[in-house]
């Protein structure tokens, strides 16, 4: 049977990468013109465009030329440009969970205004997939995936092996979820350019065609060929009807085809041989010499990635839920907005934006991104926090009191210290004249305080001294309202604030002096404990970390390590010939800066002396483009000092300490980390990934010639044995290593390097990251696993903190404590609350992290009714009273409001 060469036309576009965006877009708008141009002049010889599977290409290409809105949307239509699923290209490890939903979900809604998807999940760059990405798919109606990169391609002898592998004889394999669910998956096994470029000459067409035809043969499990006809940013290749009419009168055994990917696979599944090879879980270049596996992009100005877990927790885990919450009990839910925050976010999430593996401008121009994004979630947050606030019922607060509703936006039950600033006083301008008011206030009596619960019941709190600050109010219909205000920090300690819910406190003026808890006289020896554990510090910083329940201890935690790094934005490449400096027996400078029954803080300090830069060697060998793996620089013989200062906090209800660091970077070329040895000898470790909390080996595969073998994270790596475990909970550090020596966790906490990598010499001397610099993590000791344990929770709980707002008393239609959805067992991990995109059905999701099945039961009241969804909240089962929820399941379901409560 006579093969078919499928030629798509594609140009895999990176927004911003080795330009920034603007200037990116500029070709870009000149590849579309071009497009348009070419459909219009070819007619059916030019058949179609493969748009790189991200809508908001589209939405760049508008802003420039809305007038082409009408002619694009034919060419969709007609199926002569592909657009979708995606909205961005984003990378698969490096953003949340529901960043990963919400760029398909979001994808394929904007892809309806346009009549036609691509339903092909393309990952062509990808830097590694994650394992759940075939059951995201297969939930969204999509059975294909494409990617180029994380299986190794063999094609020797063309065997298929019967165990699961991270190498396939075929650029065609099934690429299964630890569920269970599978796609059918397309390795770009000679790249996404194996067809770039096709010559119209007879002669250059012979050769080309020669080579190009034997490298698809020799992975190919059909008579299908695919051959991509772009590469990254590639312009329009015009000739392709001449070239095809080149090629089909040289190779007359072969069909040559300007094809689509529906074309494509569909041709491809009615001729798949029998058996392919079964690919399972995530895809990160197991079975390579580990050179060119692009993971330390994880480490790459990881100031970008604290950002993102910022953005990623306020819309995903305060805003939404908290919006959700809300039109629970107000029956509104601006989701536009939200869209729009979201939409914002995800600009900054494709792979080469991310990873921070771009020029200084590009990632400039993130943080901007960034900043704006949090503007727009905290203005929100606050707003809807006062809106749900005018509902709840506070007029009950005593004379004079203040009611403070604390309110919990996550799925678990919270326990925690929760820190506030309460204005005890408040003077408009309309009250007095404004110069006269904080001399006013100053001398205003301050009478004592108390706190007290819902049920009148006395909190233990502690009350700053108070100062006197501006401040204003913005009404619905009122012109601006200033005020000063004398403003005191308040903190206490909250019990059992239920998920999804909230519960009213209030601080009310109080005869007798105020009884707070009075500062401790902090002791010699340098430690801290509260109910769960008890650390004692050593001289050099390191600590042992008891579990009082269990009597167990950890030893020597939290040595800082810096090594040289030679390497580029993506990978790390250790110095030669220079051994890591550490700060082990190294004396640290103490002090408590607080400790009362609420909270102990204490704080050390470092001086380590480092090369300040790596020697003149890299210099030459980053101009002459020596690929990093080839390198030979050391370190420079010159020292700079490196100031570390570390800020640990214990609080009553954590379940271990917590860290602040500060690195005063003034040395370039280099990595710093914190290594946790647990001493803890297994063969596997665990990592929080996407929808799953992710079993890795702890040493590679054979082939594997890397000395370095780091992994992402999202939140979480964790060491166990049987009896007992360490989990470094993280904000935005997502890479580790495990060295199975001593069973340490290594953090990488900074990463510097002066060079972009790949094609060329492209300088990033902002990528050193210069200047003060921070990092956090918690460590959480617990018995046996992560998972078994549920010290998970405590680890997606680190950083989304409760929040506390102060209202007025007044009248609502809510109680003094509420939780609005209920839900158990506690064995799943909850992800998201919100309001559906196109109805107003409240949406939740959880996935299974083990592997034994779960019944989940979820309600809201009797008003609305449950129903399992599929992740883009499409219908799939009708009502029961709990849903089986499969090993390593996604679940979402949706509660669709009743009749009575539609007619509200
Ligand atoms: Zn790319």
Redesign the pocket.
């Known amino acids: 049977m006579k093969k078919t060469a499928h030629i798509i036309s594609h140009s ?1 576009w ?1 927004r911003e ?1 080795y330009l920034p965006f603007e200037q990116h877009r500029y070709y870009f708008i000149k590849l579309m013109n071009n497009l348009i141009e070419q459909f219009k002049k070819e007619g059916n010889a030019f058949q179609s465009f493969h748009l790189d599977g991200q809508t908001v290409l589209l939405e760049d290409y508008f802003a420039v030329h809305p007038e082409n809105r009408e002619i694009i949307k034919q060419l969709i239509e007609e199926k002569k440009l592909y657009i979708g699923p995606w909205y961005v ?1 984003q990378d698969a490890f490096l953003t949340s969970s529901e960043a990963n939903v919400r760029n398909l979900l979001i994808g394929m809604n904007d892809t309806k205004a346009y009549g036609h998807v691509s339903k092909i999940g393309y990952f062509p ?1 990808t830097f590694g997939i994650y394992g759940q990405a075939p059951q995201l798919l297969k939930q969204a109606g999509i059975d294909t995936a494409a990617f180029g990169r994380g299986v190794k391609p063999t094609g020797f002898n063309n065997t298929v092996s019967d165990t699961p592998n991270f190498e396939s004889p075929f650029s065609e394999m099934i690429w299964k979820s630890p569920d269970g669910s599978s796609v059918l998956g397309i390795l770009f096994a000679n790249w996404y350019s194996n067809g770039n470029e096709i010559p119209v000459d007879e002669e250059e067409a012979k050769v080309f065609w020669d080579k190009k035809l034997e490298d698809a043969e020799k992975y190919a499990s059909t008579n299908q060929l695919l051959f991509m006809n772009g590469c ?1 940013h590639q312009p329009l290749q015009k000739t392709i009807p001449e070239a095809i009419e080149t090629a089909t009168k040289l190779f007359p055994d072969y069909t040559f085809k300007h094809s689509s990917f529906d074309e494509y696979t569909e041709a491809l599944k009615g001729s798949l041989p029998e058996k392919l090879q079964v690919i399972e879980g995530e895809l990160r270049n197991q079975r390579t010499d580990g050179w060119s596996t692009l993971v330390n992009t994880a480490s790459s100005r990881i100031y970008l990635k604290q950002w993102n877990n910022h953005c990623q927790t306020l819309l995903e885990k305060i805003a939404e839920p908290l919006a959700a919450m809300n039109y629970l009990a107000n029956g509104t839910y601006p989701r536009e907005y939200i869209r729009f925050m979201w939409k914002s976010l995800m600009k900054n999430h494709p ?2 934006s991310i990873c921070g593996c771009s020029v200084d401008e590009v990632h400039r121009e993130m943080v901007t991104r960034f900043e704006t994004v949090a503007q727009m979630g905290e203005v929100f947050v606050e707003e809807k926090a006062a809106e749900l606030g005018q509902t709840i019922d506070t007029s009950k607060t005593p004379a004079g009191g203040i009611p403070l509703i604390v309110m919990n936006t996550t799925g678990w039950n919270k326990q925690e210290v929760v820190t506030q600033t309460v204005d005890l006083d408040k003077v408009y301008f309309s009250q007095m004249h404004f110069e006269e008011i904080p001399g006013y206030l100053q001398e205003k009596e301050m009478s004592g305080y108390k706190l007290v619960d819902d049920e009148g019941k006395a909190v233990e709190f502690q009350l700053e001294s108070p100062t006197i600050e501006f401040g204003y109010d913005l009404p619905d219909d009122q012109f601006r309202q200033p005020f000063f205000a004398k403003k005191a920090n308040l903190s206490f300690y909250t019990e059992d604030i239920p998920s999804f819910g909230y519960k009213t406190f209030y601080l009310v003026p109080n005869a007798h002096p105020a009884d707070q808890p009075q500062a401790l006289s902090p002791e010699k020896t340098m430690e801290m404990e509260n109910e769960y554990v008890h650390v004692l510090f050593h001289e050099d910083g390191t600590y042992d970390l008891t579990v009082k329940a269990t009597a167990k201890t950890f030893h020597r935690l939290g040595i800082y390590e810096d090594t040289g790094d030679i390497g580029n934005e993506y990978m790390f490449k250790e110095a030669k010939g220079h051994a890591a400096i550490t700060t082990k027996g190294v004396p640290a400078e103490f002090a408590f800066l607080e400790k009362n029954a609420l909270r102990t803080v204490l704080e050390f300090q470092h001086t380590l002396s480092i090369p300040v830069s790596a020697d003149g060697r890299l210099e030459i060998e980053r101009n002459k483009l020596i690929w990093h793996k080839e390198r030979e620089a050391g370190r420079s013989s010159e020292m700079t000092k490196l100031t570390l200062r570390t800020i640990v906090t214990l609080e009553k209800g954590m379940k271990g300490p917590a860290f602040k660091l500060f690195i005063d970077n003034q040395a370039t070329d280099h990595r710093l980390r914190v290594l946790f040895p647990t001493e803890l000898q297994t063969d596997t470790h665990k990592a929080d990934s996407i929808f799953e909390i992710v079993t890795r080996p702890n040493i590679p595969e054979k082939e594997w010639e890397n000395p370095s073998f780091c992994h992402h994270q999202s939140r979480f790596a964790s060491l166990a044995d049987d009896k007992m475990g360490l989990t470094v909970a993280t904000d935005g550090l997502q890479e580790y290593e495990i060295v199975p020596e001593d069973g340490t966790i290594a953090v990488t906490v900074l990463r510097s390097t002066a060079e972009l990598g790949d094609w060329g010499y492209f300088p990033t001397p902002e990528a050193q990251c210069q200047g003060m610099q921070t990092a956090e993590w918690q460590v959480l000791p617990h018995e046996n696993d992560v998972i078994f344990s549920k010290a998970y929770i405590d680890a997606y709980q680190y950083k989304v903190p409760l929040m506390v707002i102060q209202t007025s008393a007044h009248e609502g239609t809510l109680p003094g404590t509420h939780q609005f959805v209920n839900w158990e067992p506690t064995g799943l991990v909850w992800t998201s609350m919100k309001v559906a995109e196109e109805r107003d059905d409240v949406i939740m999701r959880w996935f299974n992290p083990a592997g034994t099945k779960e019944n989940l039961k979820a309600g809201i009241n009797d008003d609305y009714q449950s129903y399992k969804s599929t992740i883009l909240e499409e219908k799939i089962t009708e009502s029961t009273n709990q849903y089986e929820v499969k090993d390593y399941e996604i679940i979402t379901l949706g509660f669709q409001p009743t009749r009575q409560e539609r007619e509200r």
């Open positions: 895999h990176d990468w290209l760059d990254d792979h080469d």
